[in-house]
């Protein structure tokens, strides 16, 4: 059995199998971009690890006087817990909106969560008008919060 192929028919299948591998390669890539630009939002437990993370840091620092001031310990862990937020989670925290968070709010968020965690895991290395300043600054949002 001898298969005949004209150069007109074998162009014309050439030209239809090309067209259908391309038009199937497209839509895979479409695809990818669709799920690629989809990331989690930070659960609970993630801020728990971020914020412990951040907190073993501070405390660290505190403890070994790794070039202390406290000012910029705080800072690097403050900015260490965004960017994870960022990087790994697009800015996004379950329930605290459906949109991006801003990275101010972010950096507001993990600083408060770190320096809470820090006063419960290493308080005696925490600055006294630092706590004093937080336990002010909770209480003023607590009496906000119930006054709504």
Same mark, same amino acid.
């Given at each position: 059995? $001898?298969?005949?192929?004209?150069?007109?028919? &074998?162009?014309?299948? +050439?030209? !239809? =199998?090309? /067209?259908?591998?391309?038009?199937?390669?497209?839509?895979?890539?479409?695809?990818?971009?669709?799920?690629?630009?989809?990331?989690?939002?930070?659960?609970?437990?993630?801020?728990?690890?971020?914020?412990?993370?951040?907190?073993?840091?501070?405390?660290?620092? $505190?403890?070994?006087?790794?070039?202390?001031? &406290?000012?910029?310990? +705080?800072? !690097? =862990?403050? /900015?260490?817990?965004?960017?994870?937020?960022?990087?790994?989670?697009?800015?996004?925290?379950?329930?605290?909106?459906?949109?991006?968070?801003?990275?101010?709010?972010?950096?507001?968020?993990?600083?408060?969560?770190?320096?809470?965690?820090?006063?419960?895991?290493?308080?005696?290395?925490?600055?006294?008008?630092?706590?004093?300043?937080?336990?002010?600054?909770?209480?003023?949002?607590?009496?906000?919060?119930?006054?709504?």
């Amino acid at each position: 059995m $001898i298969i005949n192929l004209s150069s007109k028919n &074998f162009s014309y299948l +050439l030209k !239809i =199998s090309l /067209f259908v591998l391309l038009i199937m390669c497209e839509i895979n890539i479409l695809n990818k971009r669709i799920y690629a630009n989809t990331k989690p939002q930070a659960t609970q437990q993630d801020l728990f690890l971020y914020k412990q993370m951040g907190a073993s840091y501070l405390c660290k620092a $505190i403890n070994e006087k790794i070039d202390f001031d &406290f000012k910029k310990a +705080l800072a !690097i =862990s403050t /900015f260490t817990f965004a960017e994870v937020i960022f990087s790994k989670h697009d800015n996004l925290i379950e329930g605290a909106s459906k949109e991006k968070l801003t990275t101010e709010k972010v950096l507001y968020i993990g600083e408060v969560e770190i320096l809470n965690s820090a006063i419960k895991i290493c308080p005696k290395q925490i600055p006294n008008d630092v706590k004093k300043s937080f336990k002010e600054a909770i209480n003023k949002f607590k009496k906000q919060g119930n006054k709504k």
